[in-house]
């Protein structure tokens, strides 16, 4: 599978943006669904996943209760709605795949990953 991801750019602290995450190439139904972050010098870090039946969700500690993942199956799209930015959420976002058998398969390390998209920048500012 493929993997776009859209939305970063520059926002203020406080401010809010969404991440889009396209797919294509398989289908989309097949695959848990996620996000991670890099920021300069340090580690990927896990920031959201979901699973194939869409009812479970984790997140990273830094942005529980701020950060939000969806996905749309008819569009084939996988989204972070991120409000309350701080500037320690700047870093490059990658949206990520898992291959599951399992409807419910959670995810939240980068070993688990199968398929890696591109990543969009984001800077918040302060």
């Known amino acids: 599978v493929q993997l776009q991801a859209f939305g970063g750019g520059l926002v203020q602290a406080g401010g809010s943006l969404r991440l889009s995450c396209g797919a294509s190439g398989r289908p989309f139904s097949k695959y848990g669904m996620g996000w991670f972050r890099q920021a300069a010098g340090k580690e990927r870090e896990f920031v959201a996943s979901i699973t194939r039946s869409e009812d479970v969700t984790y997140y990273g500690d830094s942005v529980k209760g701020r950060f939000t993942i969806s996905r749309d199956s008819a569009k084939n799209t996988v989204y972070l709605q991120m409000n309350n930015l701080k500037p320690e959420d700047t870093a490059v976002y990658f949206c990520?795949?898992?291959?599951?058998?399992?409807?419910?398969?959670?995810?939240?390390?980068?070993?688990?990953?199968?398929?890696w998209g591109k990543g969009t920048l984001v800077t918040v500012s302060s």
């Open positions: 990520a795949a898992v291959s599951s058998g399992s409807m419910r398969y959670t995810f939240r390390t980068s070993s688990e990953v199968d398929y």
